[in-house]
């Protein structure tokens, strides 16, 4: 039988070097003691906040959460690495409770700010050059105003978020490290352990009884703890209620968008645009029976590639080099940033036991980004490495140009980097396709990314809004309630030529990113935006390319809606989306041609 690898099998090539951020656990413990003395150090200034020592004030505040941040991320990656470890496990405990600690002592800040008068603020900025850094964080905290509470209130809904955040965490821990997954026959009948990383592998299979019993088994494990899971969805909900009524606002999706001075129209605007084009979706599953020769299509067929002949696997050194090469139209400036990703230990590569599962990109301020990959050889693998890779661009970027005030760029604008980098990348392979199985196989991948981009994220999106609006209007959160939302979104997405299997009904409940509520959707908008973008690159190129590294500079320095702006795109209208629509409805007809 196969069984996944242990960390001490992998060489040390493929994985990061998060030594550049501590050079051990006990430099780690060194920093967490003097965490206390820079919190403490920010605490003194309360009650005392004025317009001439506001300046300290904030600095203090920023050395001080610099270097909470520095240690979660430590910790965080560390746990990442291997969940079973209980000492990692440990670190990230205290990490968050220190962020917690820190967030509640420090809640006074802002309260305070608001309390001087409008005018002075304003004065300082423009008469204070060492404050003007901060004129887009004292602008967009008196926009908050309404919504922020005062010090004691602050305080308490500061340090209530480690609880509120728990059932994220409960559930990560159930299903990254407690859960075990039945041992099942891969192609050649050898008994494999399912996986996570493993199933994104063998739901591709060419084997159709491999990926249906895959598809049954893999989910059917998470039914078996439907219940706690649904408990800890619930809880979940519940907690961005409890925000959203603390701070006033009328829904929890009004207040998820708040921050980032997101109208909910652009929300609304990308389920109804991708509901006025769900005929090309189903046009999709239409090309797939056809393609594939089925009777009738279900769920497990939608990952296979339909080109069968073209099928291969990719080394992680091949990976690198079509990444590299793929992503030329950015220029040199660019590709350096890339290299050095690739040689300097930014990237951990393969699956491993107990390592958190699918990819992200994570970084601490003033130290190199990081990826988190499970690496397993198939072209999507290829596309999730050039995808991280465009995050930990843009974080680099970031990092450089922005103090540690604007260092994060808002969630609204992350996806548009790395889906940009797909999008680069796939136009540079279908470029040098050297036959039509290869240029249909391209296609194909293409298409599926706007199924599970631009499709299935926002009927995630549309699933995260009808229970937070059932939760909110008084409406039982069950386990069935939840499975029946689940399965009549997909019969509506898939249409009536897919099969809509009973296990898909469970796959709610593998989705992690619903415990970071109303994020998905910027998948989608971000795809969108991504589209437009990468077109321009290739049609404008050098013009292009500059005032999209002015945006991946810009780091969280203005509201993203202007930031993006600044590159061509307006998410306020539903064109780009509808653009991205058509866009996927010109791959249909050229590979309806190629068939």
């Known amino acids: ?107 006074f800040i802002e309260p305070e700010i608001l309390k001087l008068p409008e005018e002075e603020l304003v004065n300082r900025i423009n008469e204070d050059e060492d404050m003007r850094v901060y004129r887009h964080y ?111 606002f009328s829904s929890s999706l009004e207040a998820a968008l708040f921050g980032d001075n997101i109208p909910v129209e652009v929300y609304d605007n990308l389920i109804n645009s991708v509901h006025e084009s769900l005929s090309l979706m189903h046009r999709y599953v239409l090309l797939r029976k056809k393609v594939l020769g089925l009777d009738e299509i279900h769920l497990y067929d939608m990952y296979v590639p339909m080109v069968r002949e073209y099928d291969r696997e990719f080394t992680y050194e091949e990976a690198k080099d079509m990444v590299f090469e793929g992503l030329g139209a950015l220029g040199d400036k660019y590709l350096g940033i890339v290299k050095e990703g690739f040689e300097s230990g930014w990237i951990d590569v393969y ?108 009927m995630f999106a549309e699933f995260e809004k009808i229970t937070h609006g059932m939760a909110e209007a008084g409406e039982a959160i069950t386990p069935d309630v939840l499975c029946n939302v689940y399965h009549d979104l997909n019969s509506a997405y898939f249409g009536p030529n897919a099969v809509i299997d009973k296990e898909i009904d469970y796959e709610w409940a593998r989705i992690p990113h619903f415990y970071n509520s109303f994020y998905v959707y910027k998948y989608a908008t971000g795809f969108s935006a991504a589209i437009a973008i990468s077109q321009m690159i290739l049609k404008e190129g050098k013009p292009a390319v500059d005032r999209y590294i002015e945006f991946l500079k810009s780091g969280g320095s203005d509201y993203p809606m202007n930031i993006l702006s600044r590159v061509g795109v307006d998410l306020t209208r539903p064109e780009p989306i509808r653009e991205a629509l058509n866009f996927f409805g010109r791959l249909l007809d050229e590979f309806e041609k190629l068939i």
């Open 138 to 248: 004292i602008e967009n905290l008196i926009r908050q105003k309404e919504h922020i509470l005062d010090a004691d209130k602050e305080r308490m809904l500061a340090e209530s978020q480690e609880v509120l955040s728990s059932p994220g965490d409960i559930y990560r821990m159930l299903t990254d490290a407690d859960i075990r997954f039945p041992v099942i026959k891969d192609e050649s009948g050898k008994d494999v352990e399912l996986s996570k990383g493993r199933y994104s592998r063998m739901i591709s299979s060419f084997d159709r009884d491999v990926r249906e019993n895959a598809f049954k088994v893999f989910h059917n494990t998470y039914g078996s703890y439907i219940n706690t899971i649904t408990a800890t969805t619930r809880a979940n909900i519940k907690a961005d209620i409890f925000n959203k009524n603390q701070r006033g």
């Open 1 to 107: 039988m196969e069984k996944l690898p242990s960390r001490e099998d992998i060489d040390a090539r493929y994985k990061w070097r998060l030594e550049d951020i501590y050079a051990d656990d006990r430099l780690w413990e060194e920093d967490y003691k003097k965490a206390d003395e820079l919190i403490g150090r920010a605490e003194g200034f309360k009650g005392k906040i004025t317009t001439d020592n506001l300046l300290d004030a904030l600095k203090a505040r920023d050395e001080a959460f610099m270097l909470v941040e520095r240690l979660y991320s430590y910790a965080h990656m560390r746990k990442d690495e291997d969940n079973t470890k209980a000492a990692y496990q440990g670190l990230t405990d205290r990490a968050m409770s220190l962020y917690a600690e820190a967030s509640g002592r420090l809640s």
């Open 351 to 458: 699956e491993t036991r107990g390592k958190t599962s699918g990819g992200y990109s994570s970084w601490a301020y003033g130290v190199h980004p990081y990826i988190l990959l499970n690496y397993q050889g198939k072209l999507n693998d290829v596309f999730t490495l050039a995808h991280e890779m465009g995050h930990s661009v843009h974080t680099y970027y970031s990092d450089k140009a922005q103090p540690f005030i604007y260092k994060s760029y808002p969630i609204f604008l992350a996806e548009i980097a790395s889906t940009c980098n797909e999008a680069l990348l796939i136009n540079y392979l279908l470029d040098r396709a050297s036959s039509k199985e290869e240029r249909k196989y391209l296609l194909n991948h293409f298409m599926d990314q706007f199924k599970s981009t631009l499709y299935r994220q926002t």
